[in-house]
């Protein structure tokens, strides 16, 4: 993969990860797969877009998803966003509600979030890619062992960070983080994931938007505009 699209500040500190021989196997996993007609989603330009788009030094909020869509146009890099002219996709639409909810912005109507990573929110997928209509395909193969670098980099910062984990799957994958409640500088945020299956159950009303921002404020930084711009 030394030839991938990705910002300096991520390809120097992520450089054995990308000589180890975990990243060597799933590489050509991905060719052989490829190579036997699967489709794979995103991209293989869009894999790393959630890190070119957020540079490290420019980190202020994670959220965590698990793996990409794995329909047809949907994926482009970025955990829990669709490109233009897809459908917004359900976890989206209840993200939308909170922010409402939480802050008073009027739903989006579409799912391109590359206004938030282009603010600093690192908008990171457990797992970068997926077969297409085989959601957790890929899971297992290395790429878990690169994000949870990716996250190691991020709780290594000086600067504090805001975490927005959704589900069990992210609370458990970003357990390290150095959270201001065990005396660290992160502020982590726990809540169900925004699925129609269990955003009634705390994911609603968990005001993480809003959170986030004052700890930002809290901390000299500005805030993040959540609401999205008309395509």
Same mark, same amino acid.
Request: charged share 20%.
């Given at each position: 993969?030394?030839?991938?699209?990705?910002?300096? $500040?991520?390809?120097?500190?992520? @450089?054995?990860?990308?000589? $180890?021989?975990?990243?060597?196997?799933?590489?050509?996993?991905l060719r052989v797969e490829k190579a036997a007609g699967k489709r794979?989603?995103?991209?293989?330009?869009?894999?790393?877009?959630?890190?070119?788009?957020? %540079?490290?030094?420019?980190?202020?909020?994670?959220?965590?998803?698990? +793996?990409?869509?794995?329909?047809?146009?949907?994926?482009?890099?970025?955990?829990?966003?669709?490109? %233009?002219?897809? /459908?917004?996709?359900? $976890?989206?639409?209840?993200?939308?509600?909170?922010?409402?909810?939480?802050?008073?912005? %009027?739903?989006a109507r579409h799912g391109f979030l590359e206004h938030w990573a282009?603010?600093g929110v690192l908008l990171l997928n457990a797992v970068l890619t997926?077969?297409?209509? @085989?959601?957790?395909?890929?899971?297992?193969?290395?790429?878990? /062992?690169?994000?949870?670098?990716?996250? /190691?980099?991020?709780?290594?910062?000086?600067?504090?960070?805001?975490?927005?984990?959704?589900? $069990?799957?992210?609370?458990?994958?970003?357990?390290?983080? +150095?959270?201001?409640?065990?005396?660290?500088?992160?502020?982590?945020?726990?809540?169900?994931?925004?699925?129609?299956?269990?955003?009634?159950?705390?994911?609603?009303?968990?005001?993480?938007?809003?959170?986030?921002?004052?700890?930002?404020?809290?901390?000299?930084?500005?805030?993040? +505009?959540?609401?999205?711009?008309?395509?």
């Open positions: 993969m030394a030839d991938v699209k990705l910002h300096p $500040s991520w390809r120097e500190p992520l @450089r054995d990860e990308f000589a $180890s021989p975990y990243m060597a196997a799933l590489r050509e996993y794979i989603f995103p991209a293989s330009q869009n894999w790393f877009r959630a890190l070119d788009l957020t %540079p490290l030094e420019q980190v202020r909020v994670v959220i965590l998803g698990q +793996d990409p869509y794995h329909g047809e146009g949907q994926a482009h890099g970025l955990c829990f966003s669709v490109q %233009p002219g897809v /459908r917004t996709p359900p $976890s989206l639409v209840n993200i939308y509600k909170e922010m409402e909810a939480d802050l008073g912005i %009027p739903r282009g603010q997926v077969e297409m209509a @085989r959601a957790a395909a890929h899971q297992g193969r290395g790429w878990e /062992r690169f994000t949870d670098a990716v996250i /190691r980099l991020i709780n290594a910062r000086p600067e504090p960070v805001a975490f927005m984990l959704w589900g $069990s799957y992210a609370q458990k994958k970003a357990a390290f983080v +150095d959270s201001i409640d065990r005396g660290g500088r992160h502020l982590v945020l726990k809540a169900p994931h925004p699925s129609p299956l269990s955003a009634h159950t705390g994911f609603f009303g968990s005001r993480h938007f809003s959170k986030a921002n004052a700890f930002l404020e809290s901390h000299g930084q500005r805030p993040i +505009d959540w609401a999205l711009p008309e395509l």
